[in-house]
């Protein structure tokens, strides 16, 4: 891979030499090698780096935020005010800080990088010592990219807490599902199963058929087959927040999100149920430098003033 990005480097010196990238405001360089001109460009030049700062700026409906790592700590069920019982899942927000932030100049994107929870440093490789000093933070644990907007954008250290979200708000949450080890095919992928008396001897359980015959005489690819369950990435998508705790760092979420207890979960705002954006911290939530979190109350979602269990006149 790095004797591919030399020679493609190479080969990009020989179309635009450095003399061409020394070009003055008025001119411009070819459309197709915008990004990667314009970075090359920028280091050559010595251009000024961008000014990032963390203060409370409009949302647009474009606008996306970063999102927040989390830790599955277990199912529980609350009652809201109404009496409804309602089954939560618990994530604890482990001291997320921004650790890395990444523009279009220098690596053609815009995102943050997330950093949750706390390491030591003899548990670490020295690239990812070196990572973290490089930045000025402190050694962490988990580590995950968010694509975000230019608007978005916060500086390194920045903190990050539940009150990024606000009760009532639907989130994607992300996690790595629990592990089955080998399984057959009914219970990998809901098969059937053969008869169970009448003839049929110890295939009970098995899958059948896996092709054709002489043509194509080939199994296809992705034919169901016995095989490893479980330990994937899966998204739950659309996961009302129905309660936050900025003293204890706890989200409550309705349902269930993928994983054990004990695993991380990433956490980011909806993509089809979009949230009120006048409603949302942006870029994130900034606390007063004389708020104490450890004072702060519970936040539960409005349930509105109307009891679903009575009849509407």
């Known amino acids: 891979m790095a004797a591919v990005s030399r020679g493609l480097l190479s080969r990009i010196t020989q179309i635009f030499p450095i003399r061409s990238l020394t070009l003055s405001s008025s001119q411009s360089l070819p459309h197709s090698n915008f990004f990667l001109t314009q970075r090359f460009s920028s ?8 000014i990032i700062e963390a203060k409370p700026v409009e949302m647009s409906g474009i606008s996306k935020r970063t999102g927040i790592i989390a830790v599955k700590c277990g199912m529980t069920a609350l009652w809201d005010k109404w009496g409804a019982r309602v089954p939560v899942s618990i994530l604890w927000v482990d001291d997320n ?35 973290f000093r490089g930045q000025g933070v402190d050694l962490k644990r988990k580590l995950r990219e968010f694509p975000v907007t230019e ?22 949450v992300t996690g ?17 199963g053969g008869p169970a008396s009448h003839g049929c001897s110890k295939a009970h359980r098995k899958g059948g058929s896996t092709g ?37 760092n706890l989200i409550w979420v309705r349902g269930q999100v993928p994983g054990a207890e004990g695993n991380f979960v990433f956490i980011k705002d909806a993509h089809y149920k979009k949230p009120d954006v006048s409603k949302l911290p942006f870029p994130t939530y900034l606390s007063p430098e004389d708020e104490d979190p450890s004072e702060l109350e519970p936040l539960v979602a409005d349930l509105g003033e109307v009891d679903p269990f009575m009849l509407a006149e």
């Open 43 to 50: 280091e050559i030049t010595g251009a000024p780096s961008r």
């Open 212 to 248: 054709q015959r002489d043509d194509p005489g080939k199994v296809f690819k992705g034919r169901k087959m016995p095989g490893r369950m479980g330990a994937e990435q899966r998204t739950v998508k659309n996961v009302w927040v129905y309660k936050i705790d900025p003293a204890r």
């Open 97 to 131: 800080i921004v650790s890395q932030v990444k523009t279009v100049e220098k690596e053609g994107i815009f995102a943050l990088q997330i950093g949750c929870g706390h390491k030591k440093a003899k548990h670490l490789t020295m690239p990812e010592l070196g990572h």
């Open 151 to 172: 608007d978005a954008l916060l500086p390194v250290g920045t903190e990050l807490g539940v009150r990024h979200f606000v009760p009532g708000q639907f989130v994607d």
């Open 176 to 192: 790595i599902t629990r592990g089955k080890g080998f399984q057959g095919v009914m219970k990998r992928w809901k098969f059937k």
